[in-house]
């Protein structure tokens, strides 16, 4: 038995195990039957290793080169090294439709095993609606539409490989699999949601019980994203990170409806208020993730993501009209129950900077949504084909991002209920200051584009209102509890990791920001051909081109340009190439980039004499403050398993085991 | 609640103005002459890299080169000149997409070129999708 019948074999148990496990979920809800939980839990366990060996055996025949089955036949070939055939698993539709179902397997058996020890009857129901999902999916690659063990009748002696840009970076590892599980564990709040409202339990319990997965969710799509935008930045050879490319904002709307999902539970959870508008939130995530899954795989829009046309569009689109349809109904059938405790109060407390928050990232959501939706419908409507260029982005949403910003240094800092104007004082005085020396700095390193200064003040601020929260924080548990100050800077962290966290995550926001800013302000180009020995000078930078020379590698052939970059008190050897691949028509770009903390010197080899090798044509853009980008998506990665860690248990004083024994009796 | 009203109103008024501006039509260059699109305004132009057209100036070591060629769908040509580098994807006979804007003579400078990297070519619709960038 090959790989691949393996693979086929385990999808199709585990799709009967997950229609098995569906209908246990529904009956032990129902009746509240252990038997049949326990069926139902022993169903999502092996239902899971199935599809895991499923996945492992594309894995296995992507790198045995098994040109049998179609996919490995046009996503590999036999020069294409180790590490790229395997993580070919997501270079294309089926593949990633297998590692889709194999996360969403995994939470369904966490689920299964871990939540219905809690809260039995609520997380049974959560569990009924997760094995539904999962017998969507396991429908989806049973079948045709994106089958990933399809066969070939003859097996062709070579595969044409990935493509040319999925085969060039280590990235390609990352990226994919975080959106992914960012994506795919949105299903946890919103099977709980559902189950929540199925129910008719008004209560807070579905939120508590979700609270760690939709902030696990929200990092993974977070860090996904900042690694795709480096992907992008790395290999696509423009020296940008972020274009308004319909498939980025199909994954930055999920994340947007995210972010104030996390900030909006907060006020659930003090104040028993927004009850209706957390659900909604929560089902608009979900909903979100399979929009972008629908625009990314069912080739509607084009772009760099999108893969060939495939019959899984209308299914997809099918599967999110059904989920709009449902959690639509349910929160209407049930919204008489979830009555909020009150109004908000004052408008400057801290509820009502969350609520304002929520209203901007809502903003944010449908605008973006907007952009990206109206080429479709236009074109649905009138047949004209066109795009919404990037300016109406920038426009729209600098701004929202501006005010954000701006709240985001407001909000910790405001107590709940309303305060009062000494409170006012004291909590401000140092942040204003520390936002007009932010607006200074801009201005005397050049940063002179009016967002950018804003996003300096405004940064300059937010940091302020952390550090300040910090060493309040520090002094508080320094007196209580007599600790040094090192150890009350970590206990911080482990007392109070949601918080303290939280924190965090601002900050790497803030570090985003300012190399959004940064980069976007003072980016400089220049293109000159150059002779080998001949250079050009570029902000305080001088390129040389030494040497231009041909390379070959068995599954590809490159023409790589030798560059010394000095200057600034830097220097780099960097080797823009252009690649050709043997599936590919024509070559591709690989830019050389000289990383550094204040600038990136990016390197393209634009054109070159092909007969002579005499000159080259070479593309460089100096980009400062990009790297700060990454860095900051790590911080927010940081601050957010910081914020889910669980908080340290009270010690209990445990009994005796003969006295428990006695005072049962 | 009245001032997340007013933001709400502000940021709709904000999409609602930036909208239609930065709307970017893709066309034939036959729909573009039909349209009598006005000079200076943004549009992609998608067609065939006319056989004979592409030409650079001598190279130059001294600045950016220029570059010119026909796009075509067959019935009408439009002359497209620019700057920079091309891109190697780019070739005649083959699809291309490019972006900027008509001067009053009918010629179409172009601030990017977006060539159809297809693995299988097939000729692009009206205003066929680009497929990579080249630019910002």
């Known amino acids: 038995m090959s790989a691949g019948d393996l693979g086929a074999a385990a999808l199709r148990a585990a799709l009967f195990l997950s229609l098995w496990g569906t209908g ?57 090294p180790t590490f790229y055939s395997i993580i070919s698993l997501w270079a294309a539709l089926e593949g990633s439709i297998l590692l889709w179902t194999a996360i969403l397997a995994g939470a369904t058996a966490f689920i299964a095993f871990r939540g219905t020890v809690a809260i039995p009857r609520l997380a049974t129901t959560a569990l009924a609606v997760m094995f539904a999902m999962l017998t969507f999916f396991l429908l989806l690659i049973t079948t045709p539409a994106a089958d990933p063990f399809a066969r070939l009748a003859v097996a062709p002696d070579n595969g044409s490989g990935p493509n040319a840009l999925l085969q060039n970076h280590p990235l390609m590892a990352l990226h994919p699999p975080l959106l992914y599980l960012g994506y795919v564990l ?29 902030l696990i969710s929200w990092a993974l799509l977070g860090v996904g994203i900042v690694a795709g935008a480096w992907w992008s930045y790395a290999v696509l050879g423009w020296g940008g990170y972020w274009a308004w490319d319909p498939v980025e904002n199909a994954a930055i709307m999920p994340w947007l409806t995210s972010t104030a999902y996390l900030h909006s539970v907060m006020v659930e959870e003090k104040r028993s208020l927004l009850r209706t508008w957390n659900l909604a939130l929560v089902v608009a ?41 449902l959690s639509v109904g349910l929160l209407l059938w049930r919204s008489a129950r979830l009555r909020d405790a009150g109004p ?54 600098i701004p929202v991002a501006l005010a954000l910003l701006f709240l985001m240094g407001v909000g ?29 700095a801009a201005l005397v390193t050049g940063t002179t584009a009016l967002a950018a200064v804003l996003t300096y003040a405004l940064g300059a601020f937010v940091i302020a209102t952390v550090v300040q929260e910090f060493a309040r924080g520090v002094r508080a548990r320094r007196t209580l509890h007599g600790e040094g100050g090192l150890a009350a800077f970590s206990n911080l962290f482990r007392r109070n990791g949601r918080r303290y966290g939280g924190y965090v995550v601002h900050l790497g926001i803030v570090l985003v920001a300012l190399a959004v800013a940064t980069s976007q302000a003072r980016t400089v180009d220049a293109e000159r051909t150059l002779a080998p020995g001949d250079s050009l000078e570029i902000a305080g ?37 252009l690649v050709q691949y043997p599936n590919s028509t024509a070559a591709v770009g690989s830019p050389g980039i000289g990383a550094g903390l204040r600038d990136d010197v990016y390197t393209i080899l634009a054109a070159y004499d092909q007969r002579t ?45 003969a006295e428990v024994a006695v005072s049962a009796k | 609640m009245v001032a997340a009203l007013g933001a709400a109103v502000v940021i709709g008024t904000l999409a609602a103005t930036n909208l239609a501006p930065n709307t970017v039509y893709y066309l034939t260059p036959t729909e573009a002459r039909e349209r009598g699109v006005t ?74 070129v977006i060539a159809k990297h297809d693995e299988v070519y097939t000729a692009p619709k009206a205003g066929a999708t680009p497929a990579h960038r080249t630019a910002p």
Do not use: C
Not at chain 1, 297 to 324: D, K, T
């Open chain 1, 613 to 657: 090798f005499s000159w080259a044509t070479i593309r460089t853009r100096v980009i400062p403050g990009v790297s700060w980008l990454w860095l900051g998506g790590a911080v927010v990665g940081i601050g957010a398993i910081i914020a889910a860690l669980p908080p340290p248990r009270r010690r209990v004083v445990r009994m005796p085991v």
């Open chain 1, 24 to 80: 246990a979920a529904i009956y032990a809800a129902w009746r509240r039957d252990a038997r049949a939980l326990s069926s139902a839990r022993v169903a999502a366990g092996i239902g899971f290793g199935l599809v895991v060996i499923a996945a492992f055996s594309m894995m296995f025949a992507l790198a045995t080169h098994d040109f049998s089955i179609l996919y490995v036949a046009e996503n590999n070939a036999r020069e294409t």
């Open chain 2, 39 to 112: 000079a200076g305004r943004t549009v992609r132009l998608g067609g065939l890299v006319k056989t004979g057209s592409l030409s650079f100036q001598p190279i130059s070591f001294h600045g950016p080169n220029n570059f010119e060629f026909v796009i075509t769908d067959g019935t009408v040509d439009v002359r497209v000149l620019g700057q920079g580098a091309i891109p190697g994807l780019l070739r005649e006979g083959a699809g291309a997409v490019v972006e900027g804007s008509f001067a009053a003579d009918g010629t179409f400078t172009a601030t990017q």
């Open chain 1, 412 to 440: 910790p800092q405001l107590p709940w209920h309303g305060a009062s104007r000494a409170t006012l004082e004291r909590q401000f005085t140092a942040p204003i200051v520390a936002a007009a020396i932010g607006a200074v």
């Open chain 1, 344 to 397: 908000i109060g004052a408008p400057l407390s801290r509820e009502a900077i969350f609520l304002f928050q929520n209203v901007l990232f809502m903003a944010a959501t449908l605008t973006v949504l907007l952009g990206t939706l109206y080429p479709l419908v236009a074109e649905a409507i009138s047949g004209a084909q066109l795009s919404i260029g990037g300016p109406y982005f920038d426009r729209v949403e």
């Open chain 1, 285 to 325: 995530t979900f909903a979100l993730t399979i929009l972008g899954t629908f625009l990314t795989r069912s080739g509607v829009v084009n772009s760099v993501h999108s893969f060939s046309l495939s019959a899984i569009g209308p299914l997809l689109l099918g599967y999110l009209v059904a989920i709009l349809v």
């Open chain 1, 541 to 577: 930078y001088t390129v040389r081109l030494d040497a231009l020379r041909p390379v070959s590698e068995p599954q590809r052939d490159s023409i790589v340009a030798d560059l010394a970059i000095t200057g600034n008190g830097a220097s780099a050897q960097l080797r823009p190439a």
């Open chain 1, 186 to 214: 949105t299903s946890v709040p919103f099977a709980y949601a559902i189950a929540s409202l199925i129910l008719g339990e008004g209560g807070d319990r579905w939120l508590v019980a979700t609270r760690r997965f939709a």
